[in-house]
């Protein structure tokens, strides 16, 4: 502080050199960055002026400068400087209109030489060869994807080689057009096995698009083979995973002689997949040498279970649940026995060729060497109201674990759910215990009828009356179910339907009224026949199964028969005591071996279990 004539005055510090430096710095920046401003502006100004220009040459037909123009910014781009980190986003956006424009013309040009056999003119020929590699690259990729198409089969060898004609002569093109021109011939002669392939590769089938590209390859050389081996390539990324899930699926529901099918057929398609080798070995570890198999086919036959016995045969006995049903332990008792005498589940449907709806081939029965096939019929499993207080199940639920169940009351009141209460579960549970019971994860045919219920659920308002009618007799409280209710009850069954048909079974027909058939004329067979297929065929799906309710058959050649068979019922069950089989006009005959709690009692079944060790003693109670 110094004083001045009484006066003060305040005295700055010098600034530091290091402001001054920061100041200048800041100065530099600002200088910069409006060098930088007024640069891209300039650029863009540039830039915005070349497009009028292009367009202008353009319309004067100088196609020299405008191709001139076009490659100019080509160099621009593929010549910078890599450690340069200027935008070209602008010389980008410039070529890419360019092409635009260009193209717009190119492709009406092409359009009409393809639709409208139209010859181009001088002027159009000068456009397309004075535009150098602007235009030929946009025809040669667009004469490649003709060629591809004529391949195909969407384009015919008229239309492609009234094409080649106009153009193959351009200088900028016929480096590409005429070796393409050249392979027309060869491209025409590969159409179909190309197509095919093309066509199973669509619908999914892809093992066999594989093996049809492959065969292509082998047989072709030049557009076709490169063709062929690219659509191999894309194959294979598109197939491993939903093949992989597949075999994975298969595995998991025991179906291991599928599983061993696929799984060797992508072990020779991706032979370094470890993954593929892995799962290849659970299965041809669970699979064993099939042979033909020349003895007769055991068809067996059970009816819902008898859950509780002392419901059964204590609480509330009935004399027609005693003679018609097995308890769950005569059912679990019969199957061990029968995995001891070396029987095998087997799928009826393999039994003939069902591809055919005019006539039907019988097939070589084909089994795992040392095992005998073995057909289970589930007959009626739509649980009628009568079997709700002898200690049945009242119907099929599927439990946490997405299991088909059995659900019934106990003698003490209390519902139960179990997979052990009923057929289906106990078969399921013995399956997985032993999968070699099996061929390839087939457990039974299970029947249905559908006047009153299907697995427990009215799925029809038609089956409200007989229901009723039925829970009446039985002195239980009558339903009105919604139209809410119902569709529930659909969805409900097309769940458990979906769940076994993807777990090895298979669905069959015992007639919707399961009604006597040979005593019925054709006009209630026809009635019968189109309620079930409205009611229940609807939520199955087409079934060539026909049970015949307690035996009652129609003969092959009679028209009722023939009707049966024109709606797609092409095997047929009867019943008898012992092993039969026929072949008909366009039809299969067996009959099938009822198990009942009478017939343990009065046929003699010792070639299939000892009747002894598999009669319940509970029985003897009710007698």
Known sequence: ????????????????????????????????????????????????????????????????????????????????????DTDFEGEYEIVQQMEAR?????????????????????????????????????????LTGLCEEFLLGTIEKPTLTFIFKQLENLSNLSAAARPLRAEVDQIELSRGDVQTAQVLFNEGKYIEAVENYEYVISTSSGFVNEFAQKRLE??????????????EHLLSNLQFYSAEELLSDLARIFPEDQIIQSSLYVAT?????????????????????????QVAFEVNYQASTESYFLTTREFSKILESLYEKNYCLYDPRSTADLSNSAFLNVKDIMIPKGKKPLVLIFED???????????????????????????????????????????????????????????NGVKGVVTLTGYQSIFGYVTDQDQVDDRNNALQNAGLSTIAPTDKDIENNKTTVLAIIEKLKDTGWIMGSSTYGFINANHCELPTI???????????????????????????????????????????????????????????????YFDRCMLTGDTLRTVDYSRLFDVGEVYDESRKKSR
């Open 1 to 84: 502080m110094m004083e001045f004539g009484g006066n003060s005055v305040r005295m700055e510090k010098p600034r530091s050199v290091g402001t001054w430096v920061l100041l200048v710095l800041g100065l530099a920046s600002i200088l910069a960055m409006l060098v930088i401003m007024v640069t891209v502006s300039r650029s863009n100004q540039r830039l915005a002026r070349i497009m009028p220009k292009f367009d202008s040459a353009l319309e004067k037909r100088d196609y020299d400068q405008a191709l001139a123009m076009y490659r100019d910014m080509n160099d621009i781009i593929i010549n910078r400087d890599p450690g340069d």
């Open 102 to 142: 260009v193209n717009e013309r190119v492709r009406t040009i092409e359009d009409k030489i393809r639709y409208e056999r139209y010859t181009p003119t001088k002027d159009d020929f000068a456009f397309l060869e004075g535009l150098g590699e602007l235009t030929g690259a946009r025809m040669t990729i667009w």
């Open 234 to 247: 894309e194959c294979k990324i598109e197939m491993y995973q939903p093949m992989m899930d597949k075999a």
């Open 285 to 309: 570890s669970n699979t064993y040498p099939v042979e033909k198999y020349s003895g007769s086919l055991e068809v067996l036959c059970i009816k819902p279970l008898i859950a509780d016995t």
């Open 381 to 439: 499993f739509s649980y009628t109201a009568s079997r709700s207080k002898v200690g049945m199940c009242t119907r099929l639920v599927l439990n946490d674990q997405g299991q088909v169940c059995g659900e019934y009351v106990g003698a003490n009141g209390q519902t139960v759910v179990s997979r052990t209460s009923e057929a289906i579960g106990i078969l399921d549970a013995f399956v997985e215990a032993h999968p070699d019971f099996s061929y």
């Open 526 to 588: 026809q009635n019968d026949t189109q309620k079930w297929l409205d009611q229940v065929g609807s939520l199955t799906g087409d079934v060539p199964i026909l049970v015949y309710p307690n035996g009652d058959f129609i003969r092959g050649s009679d028209p009722r028969c023939k009707y049966l068979k024109d709606l797609g019922f092409r095997l047929f069950f009867g019943v008898g005591p012992t092993p039969y089989f026929t072949f008909g006009d366009n039809y299969l």
